[in-house]
């Protein structure tokens, strides 16, 4: 049985303005349930409660046990502070191997995904967790693309590696983030492709032993953190060595420098609910694709995503995302969604933080 290491310390500002500091966008409910939760119930048949774990920050400890009640407090991580997901991983399998053998698997998944059926994600982690077993692999888990998102990290995938009723798994042969919509359409085009999901299963001591051969400047503090364990030196250490680690992502900084890596081909309907367009493609339509979380009486409007208490009347208003929240509204392009970050630094530069 493996463990599960779920990240819960994200910001997710894409999907600005309903995540916000005080409530990112893992403790966002959507279909019923916060995305934290969704993604715990999904993985939580496979590990038991005995071996799921959840990284996150001190300041998201209420929220983390309100929608995980269940959870023991020993098998929370902090981070001091979000440096990505390569120091999150990292820090968090130092803290792992104090409890369990570096030969066991863990699964790291980010908090804020959805996936849409259960069954085939289980099959799929099932497959991963077996090829992960023998401490050679970084597994990894690819979505086969419907269309050029130009949103979505790219895998190309190599030679099969293994086949069976719950997929296939390929050596993975490189990794692109975030192309440009041309170069997007050559990878659907090209069929070699998947979508990079940044879900992860491997090996406790895979992964210490990847980041000691491809990010050194991670490994020496992660050594560091670990000697400082259950001493008095503990948290001072931490405070000082995870603020020297840069903020990169596990794929920058291990997944794109790593040769043994493999890639399993999972469609169990995914989503990383990155920005509004995302979740508009993931929630039910209108007849003209409107999406809307409130009342919408609409007129010659296609396209929209309404988040609203109130009800919305549009009159020929096309592809626009309009979100209500008790101390604002936001209006904007759908086309512009993938740059909401620079609204967040402009609010930022004119000392407008009150919204963020």
């Keep these: 049985m493996p463990i599960a290491l779920v990240m819960a310390g994200g910001k997710g500002e894409r999907l600005w303005p309903v995540s916000r500091r005080h409530r990112p966008k893992q403790f966002i409910s959507l279909l019923g349930k916060t995305l934290l939760r969704h993604t715990v119930e999904r993985i939580l048949p496979l590990v038991g409660v005995d071996r799921l774990y959840v990284v996150t920050q001190r300041e998201h400890l209420e929220a983390t046990l309100r929608e995980l009640p269940f959870l023991p407090p020993s098998h929370l991580i902090f981070e001091p502070v979000g440096k990505n997901t390569a120091p999150c991983i990292g820090f968090s399998a130092v803290h792992l191997a104090r409890v369990f053998s570096p030969g066991e698997v863990m699964v790291v998944l980010p908090a804020d995904h959805m996936v849409f059926e259960e069954e085939r994600f289980q099959e799929a982690v099932s497959l991963a967790v077996e090829v992960a077993q023998s401490g050679e692999w970084l597994v990894t888990f690819g979505i086969p693309p419907t269309h050029p998102h130009t949103g979505y990290g790219y895998i190309r995938c190599g030679e099969l590696f293994r086949k069976d009723s719950r997929g296939c798994v390929y050596r993975g042969e490189g990794f692109t983030e975030k192309p440009d919509l041309n170069k997007a359409e050559e990878y659907l085009r090209s069929g070699k492709y998947l979508w990079n999901s940044g879900i992860f299963v491997w090996t406790i001591g895979a992964i210490l032993s990847a980041f000691k051969t491809w990010a050194p400047e991670i490994s020496w503090g992660l050594e560091q953190i670990a000697e400082s364990l259950g001493t008095p030196k503990e948290e001072k250490v931490l405070v000082e060595v995870f603020s020297t680690f840069p903020s990169i992502s596990i794929d920058y900084a291990v997944m794109e420098r790593a040769s043994n ?30 999406v809307a979380l409130g009342e919408h009486i609409a007129l010659e409007s296609r396209g929209c995503i309404l988040w609203t208490r109130k009800p919305v009347v549009t009159f020929g208003m096309e592809d626009v995302v309009l979100v209500e929240e008790e101390d604002l509204l936001f209006l904007a392009p759908k086309s512009r969604d993938q740059d909401i970050r620079r609204l967040l630094a402009y609010l930022r530069e004119t000392g407008r933080t009150e919204y963020l």
Excluded: H
């Design 261 to 290: 890596i493999l890639v399993v081909s999972a469609s169990f309907g995914w989503s990383d609910v990155g920005s509004w367009k995302s979740l508009g493609e993931i929630l039910p339509k209108d007849a003209n694709g409107n």
